[in-house]
């Protein structure tokens, strides 16, 4: 069985849970506290896991992938179905670039060690804290919105009629949203993929209330 190393609020880790719920694929999860005690990813034991002492890490076997997009692409390859990818060429480009629209130009410069570094190095106080996370989720949302918005083929979900990478991206993203106040009124289009992905099994079972430990 695959070993998913997890911490419950981490984006990174959710879209992970998504993308392996999709697949259909079972797997243990072991939780890799983030905050609590300074942060076991720190410790000796996971620093030889993962050097990044980031989460998730995904062990299949011998086999250790970093990196949720990394993660996401191996499963895409090692479980071709059902796909978290459309078919054609340039619908696939279409999805990596959604997803890396999240996961590459909005979630790292929101995560928890950049909150903290923020707070904790510059002394940013908690109001322009609020401001830089906002500012950096309307403008990357402002893209996506005007992605779905000017494309043929939204359908139900980011990309067509079926949920992929780019959905499994996104509804962490929301939440993260959510979590910190984000008015997210301007952008509907992006609403109503989330209203469709949450009453989806996949998306419900790596809600971050839902894991061993959200509780």
């Given at each position: 069985m695959l070993k998913l190393y997890d911490y419950f609020r981490s984006g990174a880790a959710y879209r992970t849970r998504i993308a392996l719920n999709l697949k259909e694929v079972e797997y243990e999860q072991i939780s890799i506290h983030l905050t609590k005690g300074g942060g076991e990813q720190f410790e000796?034991?996971?620093?030889?896991?993962n050097p990044q002492?980031?989460?998730?890490?995904l062990m299949d076997g011998e086999v250790k992938i970093f990196q949720s997009m990394a993660i996401m692409e191996y499963l895409e390859e090692k479980f071709p179905a059902p796909s978290l990818l459309p078919s054609d060429h340039s619908s696939r480009a279409r999805v990596r670039a959604l997803a890396n629209m999240i996961a590459c130009d909005i979630h790292p410069l929101n995560n928890l060690r950049v909150r903290l570094?923020?707070?904790d190095e510059m002394n940013?106080?908690?109001?322009?804290?609020q401001a830089w996370i906002s500012h950096w989720i309307h403008i990357g949302f402002q893209a996506y919105e005007k992605n779905l918005v000017h494309c043929e083929e939204i359908g139900l979900y980011s990309h067509g009629n079926h949920p992929t990478m780019a959905d499994a991206c996104l509804i962490p993203?929301?939440?993260?949203a959510r979590l910190n106040k984000v008015d997210l009124?301007?952008?509907p289009f992006i609403l109503q993929v989330e209203e469709r992905c949450q009453a989806h099994p996949a998306f419900k079972k790596a809600l971050p209330s839902n894991q061993p430990d959200g509780t």
């Open positions: 000796a034991v996971y620093s030889e896991i002492n980031l989460v998730p890490t570094y923020l707070v940013v106080t908690e109001e322009k804290r993203q929301i939440a993260n009124s301007n952008f």
